[in-house]
T-cell receptor, first 115, second 111 residues
Framework: DTGVSQDPRHKITKRGQNVTFRCDPI?????LYWYRQTLGQGPEFLTY????????KSRLLSDRFSAERPKGSFSTLEIQRTEQGDSAMYLC?????????????FGPGTRLTVL | TQLLEQSPQFLSIQEGENLTVYCNSS?????LQWYRQEPGEGPVLLVT?????EVKKLKRLTFQFGDARKDSSLHITAAQPGDTGLYLC???????????FGQGTRLTINP
């Protein structure tokens, strides 16, 4: 399978704990995006990378959130001191940097539940 | 403030009926994409439209981009239970990489 993969698919944690999610993009894609989706809503943009450079961050990305893409391939999203309001589906997407229309392809998501 | 407004938010119809979902904005988008999402899964790209007035067909699905590139519609002919899902429109503004999503239309097709 050559699509976007995410790990884990589900994470249950207690409030105050740290969690880390991983995303592996489609291999030839140099842009990688993180979105968050809460129940009944469309995804909301968090941040994106072109290769290893983080080029944009949303105001939604508080200082408890950090994302990295150290070698321009996979990316990690860490949430420190989780809060119940962090419970959501975290989606990763990738796109070709040279693509004309920025078509983004999504992974299956990581469902986070903070107790 | 929702940049992209989808309507209706919920739609339940019988198999064989036709339907249209709308995606509206006051902003201009350089491209607009439609996705379908199943419960517990990520959105799956259906189509991208980029030219004002463009119409694209995908089997029984017809997508249209408004002339001013501010709105779009999805029309399904002879809906089938397999069409059930959450339909999302998403737009990219000129020069921006991020997608802005509508809140989605949850479609249920009853046998």
């Amino acid at each position: 399978d050559t699509g976007v993969s995410q790990d884990p698919r589900h994470k249950i944690t207690k409030r105050g704990q740290n969690v880390t999610f991983r995303c592996d993009p489609i291999s030839e894609h140099n842009r990688l995006y993180w979105y968050r989706q809460t129940l009944g809503q469309g995804p909301e943009f968090l941040t994106y990378f072109q290769n290893e450079a983080q080029l944009e961050k949303s105001r939604l990305l508080s200082d408890r959130f950090s994302a990295e893409r150290p070698k321009g391939s996979f990316s990690t999203l860490e949430i420190q001191r989780t809060e119940q309001g962090d419970s959501a589906m975290y989606l990763c997407a990738s796109s070709l940097g040279t693509g004309l229309h920025n078509e983004q392809f999504f992974g299956p998501g990581t469902r986070l539940t903070v107790l | 403030t929702q940049l992209l407004e989808q309507s209706p938010q919920f739609l339940s119809i019988q198999e064989g009926e036709n339907l249209t979902v709308y995606c509206n904005s006051s902003s201009v988008f350089s491209s607009l994409q439609w996705y379908r999402q199943e419960p517990g899964e990520g959105p799956v790209l259906l189509v991208t439209v980029v030219t004002g007035g463009e119409v694209k067909k995908l089997k029984r699905l017809t997508f249209q981009f408004g002339d001013a590139r501010k709105d779009s519609s999805l029309h399904i002919t002879a809906a089938q239970p397999g069409d059930t899902g959450l339909y999302l429109c998403a737009g990219a503004r000129q020069g921006a990489q991020k997608l802005v999503f509508g809140q989605g239309t949850r479609l249920t097709i009853n046998p």
